[in-house]
């Protein structure tokens, strides 16, 4: 079930929290919403949860309007908020019960679905605890659980990795990855590292505008444009090899690092590469390279280009 | 129908976990029970088989203990940000509405079920109207669920409880005392609009066994527009 915002619009008092932005997710797709805080991630997943109204603008979810039939939309989405805020006086299992009931799940289905969703988000020990005396980790599978009982084939998770330990981040990203194969997933996140360990798709957003969208292949090598390289090569003086490699037609500049005599910076012409040259060069004069490493350009150059201006 | 139900059934279950209910059941059936039988103008001191010195109590309880149950109905949902949770799941606003303030009409019927003994004792002790008890449980429920209405009301304002129990009492005060008041001391057409709005004139009149159409339109408008104005509320967060 595909995710289509159309000229969304949302203005809180003077501020245009999100600017007439359009974007889809298809079935199957991991879109990751990246941006700083006050971007309008928050926002524009509200609008598609129809718990906002956009000012301008309509959001389909399949072929429900949030508009229209806001009840149809809901009854598809698996809803996880920021904060993740949850009635603190229920037992967990009590809630998924109140959850799965409010869903419309079947009666009869109701217990094994509460049991799979306990299995699946580790809530075992856990199920009747109330959620206050929860710790932080099982209070967002809590809100996990809550959002996938009914099976949605929408999913729609701010920051669901908040406040979770490296175990559990690499638990819910996997789990995240095995329902993004058939669903339809949108999750948001200021953590760079996660939504390229489980998106397809990256859309950076800033000050309510969309500023990049694509894979993060993509992103970096639109950023990347040249080839940077890392090199530690030995067995000869600094000036003899920074000499040998500025012959090199594919190398644009060399840059020996200060402070060691065998390391070298180098950056190739546009859409060449120069491993293999410098790999030559050296067997030719009988240096030894010992270190050859490509330094990709970091998702974190591109959102901070992207966003600070 | 069943989202009402199962919203409604949510919130009763919360109210007997965090002990609300428990300490409303209580105080209402002691303070009822304190004056009905055993000080002020009790049963024994009126010296005729009726119920009007329990109606007249309950009046009373009900109307402040009612703003403590509602109060906490949306604001802390508001607070405590659940109300985004409960409005994304497919239910509409007035589901939500309606359900929260079934579940304290429910709450309320139940305390008034456990002084069904009154009434029975009193049966026994002499010749009883018995329409006019029923006709009086009425118009408790009546008034009540117009209080839940306000009180809801009150609720969908702020996030904070204390502020929404003193919006609604401040709201309640009105229609159980200064009307009444006012139409005392005016005469001619205002007197008459306070006469009509003043909660005690139509719970009377029901209380005494006579079931107008004028007093239930009156209580009918007292809980539907306060429920339409909180269901605006929730609404106008979405804009």
Redesign the interface.
Known sequence: MDIIVENLTKIYGTQRAVDNISFKVHTGEVLGFLGPNGAGKTTTMKAITSYLIPNKGDIHVGEFSVLDQPEEVKKRIGYLPENNPLYNDMPVIDYLRFVAQIQGIDKSRITGRILEMVKICGLEGEKHKRIGELSKGYRQRVGLAQALIHDPEVLILDEPTAGLDPNQIAEIRDLIRTIGREKTVLLSSHILAEVEATCDRILIINKGKIVADGTPENLRKKAQGQEMLKLTIEDAGKNEITAALQKISTIDWVNPVSGHDDRFEIQSRPNVSSRRAVFDICVKNHWTLTEMVVVETKLEDIFHELTMN | M??IW??AR?EL??FF??LMAYILLIAFLGFSGFFTWISGADVFMVGQTNMQSFFGIAYWTLFFFIPGITMGLLSEETR???I??L??????DWQVIFGKFLSTLVLICIALAFTLPYYITIATLGPLDHGSVWTGYLGLILMSASYIAVGLFASSLSKNQIVAFLIALLIGIFFHIIFGVLAGNFTGALGGLFTYLNLSTHFESISRGVIDTKDLIYFFSLIALPLILAEMMLTKR??
């Open positions: 069943k989202e199962i919203i949510r279950n919360s976990n965090s405590s940000g659940t985004e949770l409005l994304t799941k497919p239910v509409s979405r804009f």
